[in-house]
C-alpha cells in the first residue's frame, strides 16, 4: 500500500505475516497474541524521508535527513563543502570530517577525489542538506582492506556515511562567462581531457572534451579575432571526444562527432580517418571506403590513412567471401529443396498411375464377373 504524509489507515494482517503459530506472552504492560491471530494495526505515516537511488543500480542510496536550500543540486565539478561520519555497517566509525573538532571536507565532484558513491551523491545534494547515504563496495571501497583515521575498512564492506552539505560553488555555465573567460575555460577542460586520456580515463576524458566544446559553441557570439580560436578549440574537442569514443566502443557516437568537424572542414583528415575507422567496426565497409579516399586526395602520403586502407581491403575481400559463401549455402538449398520436390512429384505421379492402373483393373475384374453371371 501507498499512503501520504498525515493519512491514517486500519491494516488487517494474516498471521503468516505476524507471529504465526508462535503467538506472543504478556509482559511489561503488552498483552499476550494467540497463536494464528489475525491482527488489526491502526497507523498514521507522521513524516517520511525519501530514498534516491542515485546511480540507478541500488548501489548508492541516498535517504534526505533534512532538505537543503532551494537553490540547484552540486552537480559535477562543483567545488564542495562537507562534513560526515563514515561508518560500517555495525556502527564501527572509521572516519570524520567537520565534526568534534575535525576540519570539513572540501573537494571537486567528478574528480575522483573521494569514494565513487560518496562523489555521486554529493553532486545531488543541496547545500544546507543532510542524508544518510548507504554505499555499495562497488562504489565504496572495494574487495580490498583500507584503513582509514578511525578503523580498518575490511574488504567488500557496504559503508554508511551521514553528510551535510555545508558549502557548494557550482561551476559556471557558458552563459555566466565572457568570451575570454570561455576560451579560458575551453582550453583548461581540453587539457584536462588530455591528460585523463592518457591515464586511459576515456569515460572522463569524454565528458571533459563536451564541455569544452560548450564553451566555445558555435551559438556563442564571439568576435571577428576569437572565432578563430573558438571554431579550432570546438573542432579539436569534438576530434578528442571521437578518440574517445573508439576507445570505449561507440562508434555511432565517433561518427556523429567527426561529421560534426567535417560538416565545418570538409577535409579534415583526422576527422576522416577516424569516421573511416568507425565505419569499419560497423561493417560499413563503402562508407568507410569513402572517407579514406577523401583523405588520401587531402594528404595523399599519410601512413595511417595508407594502412588503414589496406587493412580496408582486407575487410573487403573477407565480406566477399562471406557472402560468396552465403549465396552457395542458399543456392546449394534451393537446388536440393528443388530436387526434392521434384522427386515428391515424381513420385506422386507414379502413386497416382498406380493407382488408376488398380481401378482399372478392378473394374474389369466386376465386368468379368457381372459377365459370368449373367451367362
Given at each position: 500500500m501507498t499512503m501520504k504524509s498525515g493519512e491514517k489507515?486500519?491494516?488487517?494482517?494474516?498471521?503468516?505475516?505476524?507471529?504465526g503459530e508462535k503467538g506472543r506472552d504478556a509482559g511489561n504492560w503488552i498483552?499476550?497474541?494467540?497463536?494464528?491471530?489475525?491482527l488489526h494495526v491502526y497507523i498514521e505515516l507522521v513524516s517520511f524521508k525519501p530514498v534516491i537511488d542515485v546511480t540507478g543500480d541500488g548501489k548508492v542510496l541516498k535517504k534526505i535527513?533534512?532538505?537543503?536550500?532551494?537553490?540547484?543540486?552540486?552537480d559535477e565539478g562543483a567545488t564542495v563543502t562537507i562534513s560526515y561520519m563514515a561508518m560500517l555497517e555495525?556502527?564501527?566509525?572509521?572516519?570524520?570530517?567537520?565534526i568534534d573538532g575535525e576540519q570539513p571536507l572540501e573537494f571537486v565532484t567528478d574528480e575522483e577525489q573521494?569514494?565513487?558513491?560518496?562523489?555521486?551523491?554529493?553532486?545531488?545534494m543541496r547545500k544546507g542538506e543532510r542524508?544518510?547515504?548507504?554505499?555499495?563496495?562497488?562504489?565504496?571501497f572495494g574487495s580490498v582492506e583500507v584503513r582509514r583515521e578511525l578503523a580498518v575498512v575490511p574488504p567488500c564492506s557496504k559503508v554508511i556515511y551521514e553528510v551535510e552539505?555545508?558549502?557548494?560553488?557550482?561551476?559556471?555555465?557558458?552563459?555566466?562567462?565572457?568570451?575570454?573567460?570561455?576560451?579560458?575555460?575551453a582550453e583548461r577542460k581540453k587539457e584536462e581531457g588530455n591528460l585523463l586520456f592518457k591515464s586511459g580515463k576515456y569515460q572522463r576524458a569524454a565528458k571533459k572534451y563536451d564541455k569544452a566544446a560548450d564553451y566555445v559553441s558555435e551559438d556563442m557570439s564571439f568576435e571577428k579575432d576569437e572565432l578563430k580560436l573558438a571554431k579550432a578549440l570546438r573542432v579539436s574537442s569534438w576530434l578528442n571526444g571521437a578518440a574517445c569514443s573508439l576507445k570505449l566502443g561507440d562508434f555511432q557516437g565517433a561518427i556523429n562527432l567527426c561529421s560534426k568537424v567535417l560538416d565545418v572542414e570538409f577535409h579534415n583528415v583526422k576527422a576522416l580517418y577516424r569516421r573511416a575507422q568507425a565505419y569499419m567496426e560497423t561493417a560499413d565497409l563503402d562508407l568507410a571506403e569513402l572517407d579514406i579516399k577523401n583523405a588520401l586526395e587531402a594528404d595523399p602520403q599519410n601512413r595511417e590513412v595508407n594502412l588503414m586502407q589496406k587493412n580496408l581491403k582486407q575487410l573487403q575481400v573477407e565480406s566477399n567471401k562471406r557472402d560468396a559463401m552465403l549465396y552457395t549455402n542458399m543456392f546449394s538449398r534451393m537446388t536440393k529443396d528443388s530436387s526434392t520436390a521434384t522427386k515428391k512429384l515424381k513420385i506422386e505421379k507414379a502413386d497416382n498411375e498406380n493407382e488408376k492402373k488398380e481401378e482399372m483393373v478392378a473394374m474389369e475384374a466386376e465386368k468379368v464377373a457381372g459377365s459370368s453371371m449373367n451367362s
Amino acid at each position: 500500500m501507498t499512503m501520504k504524509s498525515g493519512e491514517k489507515a486500519r491494516l488487517i494482517v494474516q498471521p503468516q505475516y505476524t507471529l504465526g503459530e508462535k503467538g506472543r506472552d504478556a509482559g511489561n504492560w503488552i498483552h499476550s497474541i494467540p497463536p494464528n491471530s489475525l491482527l488489526h494495526v491502526y497507523i498514521e505515516l507522521v513524516s517520511f524521508k525519501p530514498v534516491i537511488d542515485v546511480t540507478g543500480d541500488g548501489k548508492v542510496l541516498k535517504k534526505i535527513v533534512k532538505e537543503g536550500d532551494c537553490n540547484p543540486s552540486a552537480d559535477e565539478g562543483a567545488t564542495v563543502t562537507i562534513s560526515y561520519m563514515a561508518m560500517l555497517e555495525d556502527g564501527t566509525v572509521f572516519e570524520k570530517k567537520g565534526i568534534d573538532g575535525e576540519q570539513p571536507l572540501e573537494f571537486v565532484t567528478d574528480e575522483e577525489q573521494v569514494i565513487a558513491g560518496l562523489d555521486r551523491a554529493a553532486a545531488t545534494m543541496r547545500k544546507g542538506e543532510r542524508a544518510v547515504l548507504t554505499i555499495d563496495p562497488d562504489y565504496g571501497f572495494g574487495s580490498v582492506e583500507v584503513r582509514r583515521e578511525l578503523a580498518v575498512v575490511p574488504p567488500c564492506s557496504k559503508v554508511i556515511y551521514e553528510v551535510e552539505m555545508l558549502d557548494c560553488k557550482r561551476e559556471k555555465v557558458p552563459w555566466e562567462l565572457s568570451n575570454h573567460e570561455k576560451i579560458e575555460a575551453a582550453e583548461r577542460k581540453k587539457e584536462e581531457g588530455n591528460l585523463l586520456f592518457k591515464s586511459g580515463k576515456y569515460q572522463r576524458a569524454a565528458k571533459k572534451y563536451d564541455k569544452a566544446a560548450d564553451y566555445v559553441s558555435e551559438d556563442m557570439s564571439f568576435e571577428k579575432d576569437e572565432l578563430k580560436l573558438a571554431k579550432a578549440l570546438r573542432v579539436s574537442s569534438w576530434l578528442n571526444g571521437a578518440a574517445c569514443s573508439l576507445k570505449l566502443g561507440d562508434f555511432q557516437g565517433a561518427i556523429n562527432l567527426c561529421s560534426k568537424v567535417l560538416d565545418v572542414e570538409f577535409h579534415n583528415v583526422k576527422a576522416l580517418y577516424r569516421r573511416a575507422q568507425a565505419y569499419m567496426e560497423t561493417a560499413d565497409l563503402d562508407l568507410a571506403e569513402l572517407d579514406i579516399k577523401n583523405a588520401l586526395e587531402a594528404d595523399p602520403q599519410n601512413r595511417e590513412v595508407n594502412l588503414m586502407q589496406k587493412n580496408l581491403k582486407q575487410l573487403q575481400v573477407e565480406s566477399n567471401k562471406r557472402d560468396a559463401m552465403l549465396y552457395t549455402n542458399m543456392f546449394s538449398r534451393m537446388t536440393k529443396d528443388s530436387s526434392t520436390a521434384t522427386k515428391k512429384l515424381k513420385i506422386e505421379k507414379a502413386d497416382n498411375e498406380n493407382e488408376k492402373k488398380e481401378e482399372m483393373v478392378a473394374m474389369e475384374a466386376e465386368k468379368v464377373a457381372g459377365s459370368s453371371m449373367n451367362s
